[in-house]
């Protein structure tokens, strides 16, 4: 059994997988999924040590050396270009995922989806994703253990229709704007309380980054509208 994040993150990946899945931890996402399906094959890779030998004692406990081979390495250092059709990266703040996959994006000419899971920064997964040549093609917002996490589904474009996101669809994610999930009137009214408290900060603050204020208040505007 494993979290509903991971459960739904491992439910956009298609039959017979071909996966990496980068900063796996335990190795609990590659497990499920090469257990559900025979014939899925994934690599994990773990930069850590710890989080590594989670995941190699994972393997051997589920007996999956056949199908989930565990890597020791940062980011996409660990596999070879061709190697795999997607890409999972979970569980990590979207500025860390954006760096994994820009630092390797040379190892992706084969990879025609990325699964992310950012834990913050979603607007970075977004803009990098958009500007690489994939395209946002499923997204959703679910609540566990009172978070609010974004899961982004992305496919390598074979036609030459780039995904226009604009700034707010970069911050909302575009298909999100568009269902509203319940979860995503709870995570942008938290944040929009977040952001009040910052503003007021900046309110009060002596020396003030105009730019900055603006900006604030404008995704703040947005944010309110979004959940109306
Ligand atoms: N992906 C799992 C999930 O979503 O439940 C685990 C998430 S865990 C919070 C983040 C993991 O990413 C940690 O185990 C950490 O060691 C690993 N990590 C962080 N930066 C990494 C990098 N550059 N390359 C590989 N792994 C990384």
């Given at each position: 059994k494993i979290s509903k994040r991971l459960e739904q993150v491992a439910s956009f990946l298609p039959k017979g997988a071909i996966f990496a899945d980068i900063g796996s931890d335990h190795a609990y996402l590659p497990c499920y999924v090469c257990q559900k399906d025979?014939?899925?094959?994934?690599?994990?890779g773990e930069v850590n040590k710890g989080p590594y030998q989670r995941a190699v004692e994972t393997v051997q406990a589920y007996s999956l050396q056949g199908q989930v081979e565990v890597r020791h390495g940062n980011g996409l250092e660990i596999i070879q270009a061709n190697e795999v059709q997607q890409v999972v990266i979970a569980g990590m703040g979207g500025t860390l995922i954006r760096d994994i996959l820009d630092r390797g994006k040379d190892k992706l000419p084969t990879t025609d989806q990325i699964i992310a899971?950012?834990?913050?920064?979603?607007?970075?997964?977004?803009?990098?994703?958009?500007?690489?040549?994939?395209?946002?093609?499923?997204e959703d917002i679910i609540e566990e253990n009172g978070h609010c996490y974004e899961i982004i589904n992305a496919k390598r474009l074979r036609i030459s229709e780039k995904q226009n996101m604009d700034e707010k669809a970069l911050l909302f994610g575009p298909l999100l704007l568009r269902k509203k999930p319940s979860a995503f009137y709870k995570k942008w009214e938290q944040e929009a309380n977040k952001l009040e408290r910052v503003l007021e900060q900046i309110n009060q603050a002596t020396k003030v980054d105009q730019k900055k204020q603006e900006q604030f208040m404008q995704e703040w505007k947005w944010m309110k509208e979004v959940i109306q």
């Open positions: 025979p014939t899925a094959v994934a690599i994990a899971q950012p834990n913050v920064d979603a607007r970075a997964v977004r803009k990098w994703l958009g500007n690489h040549g994939f395209t946002i093609t499923d």
